[in-house]
T-cell receptor, first 115, second 117 residues
């Protein structure tokens, strides 16, 4: 069985400061991990994904995430927040060895960026 | 550009009505999924289909059924709508196997916001 825990439901940062969105996962198999972003009234957009290559994954818009197997974590970071980063972020896991299996989503973290 | 299209952006239905939510993809994907999204709960899987006429229950299938008669279309059915089914419904699709290594892997529709009154 697979599950995802996003440790913060809301995160507020000032523009230009670093962003950290925390995610822990549980998986019986080698997981694939994703971060998706959803802007208000918009669809889900893939930020980045980890599928067993490099543990530090770079995504779009300056985001990156590091897969740490020992800590079962996949935290999302960005060095400097922009106002346009305000959105809801979802950490997602999928078990690669069960090819048909669907994605399991975390409960989401709403990021606010203050001017 | 690849697309997953959900036929309605907003729907308002009455309690007890039979409701159909339609999803069409143009990517020849085998796998299709229905999720519902609720504040504080993220997206939860209702049903998925890995081929035509094949379906499997997800995590919250109660009160829902699905139909996959053609590869490109996956319908979610609320047999008798209830107020606790008021939610945002998202459809997604992906290729089997190779989908995980493709950019994005999964493609999501823009969602149908259903209100049951």
């Amino acid at each position: 069985a697979q599950s995802v825990t996003q440790l913060d439901s809301h995160v507020s940062v000032s523009e230009g400061t670093p962003v950290l969105l925390r995610c822990n996962y549980s998986s019986s198999y080698s997981p694939s991990l994703f971060w998706y972003v959803q802007h208000p009234n918009k669809g889900l957009q893939l930020l980045l994904k980890y599928t067993s290559a490099a543990t530090l994954v770079k995504g779009i818009n300056g985001f990156e995430a590091e897969f740490k197997k020992s800590e079962t974590s996949f935290h999302l970071t960005k060095p400097s927040a922009h106002m346009s980063d305000a959105a809801e972020y979802f950490c997602v896991v999928s078990e690669r060895d069960t090819g048909r299996r669907a994605l399991t989503f975390g409960s989401g973290t709403r990021l606010q960026v203050q001017p | 550009d690849v697309k997953v299209t959900q036929s309605s952006r907003y729907l308002v239905k009455r309690t007890g009505e039979k409701v159909f939510l339609e999803c069409v993809q143009d990517m020849d994907h085998e796998n299709m999924f229905w999720y519902r999204q609720d504040p504080g709960l993220g997206l939860r899987l209702i049903y998925f289909s890995y081929d035509v006429k094949m379906k499997e229950k997800g995590d919250i299938p109660e009160g829902y059924s699905v139909s996959r008669e053609k590869k490109e279309r996956f319908s979610l059915i609320l047999e008798s709508a209830s107020t606790n089914q008021t939610s945002m419904y998202l459809c997604a699709s992906r290729l089997t196997g190779g989908g995980m290594n493709q950019p994005g892997g999964y493609t999501f529709g823009s969602g149908t916001r259903l209100t049951v009154v």
